[in-house]
């Protein structure tokens, strides 16, 4: 499969490690342009190219850039982009150590559902509760004894069934964590965050997840930036 991947940092360029092993032909982008990419590149075989061109390059796109970033991308980027694309979104929300006050989020909006109607395009959670080392490390073949399982919060069908596709092929179960309104469930602070359950694990501690977000998870007076709510 060709995947796009935008933002190669800790996620990022550990998707593109995994996905190049599996042989999808990935290309890759991050803020500095492709000619900072070359030894990723060099590495793993994967493309650089720029962004516009990265999020017109797979039938899975993938943006995993910090979420106080996001409103940085072009408006336009996924425009002319075919429906079928399935674009899936890794972010979290850390407003004091990283992004800043994002009001609709602080207002109750789930994180992924700023981003998408920051990218105007539905996007597809995934890869957002796992250590980007453990995504790197703790693959396992399906049927393994304790396969970490790791949720799947989406709107279109399809997209996320591609998606739950390549969690499996990347050696997750893969979990249907429901629409995008449900995947608060799965943001961090939550049970599943982090916690590296197994399928099992996962559906329990869903289910068992509270929507309050916990202080901890709260931008305060003190967190850097502010953005402006979109129209
Ligand atoms: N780290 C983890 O273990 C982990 C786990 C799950 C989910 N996440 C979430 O996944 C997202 C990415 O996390 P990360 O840890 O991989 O981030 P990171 O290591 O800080 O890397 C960020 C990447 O985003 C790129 N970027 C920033 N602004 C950009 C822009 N405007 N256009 C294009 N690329 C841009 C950066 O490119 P330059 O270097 O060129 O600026 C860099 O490649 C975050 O929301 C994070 O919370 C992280």
Redo the contacts with the bound molecule.
Sequence with gaps: MKIGI???????STLTRRLTELGHEVYI????GPG?LSDLARETGAKPLT?REAAKAGEVVVV????G?IP??PRDLFAGVPDDVALID???Y?PRERDGRIADIEAGMTESRWVANQLGRPVVKA???????H?LERGRPAGSPGRIALPVAGDDKHAKEKVMRLVNDLGFDAVDAGGLDESWRQQPGTPVYTTDFDSDGVRRALAQASKDRKPNWRATEDSPGSFAQPA
């Excluded at 995993?64 to 979420?67: A, D, K, Q, S």
């Design positions: 935008i933002g190669t940092g800790q996620i990022g982008a991050n803020s500095r900072s962004v995993t850039i910090p979420e970033k940085d991308l890794t972010g979290n850390y890869f957002n509760n796992i250590y980007a080392r995504l």
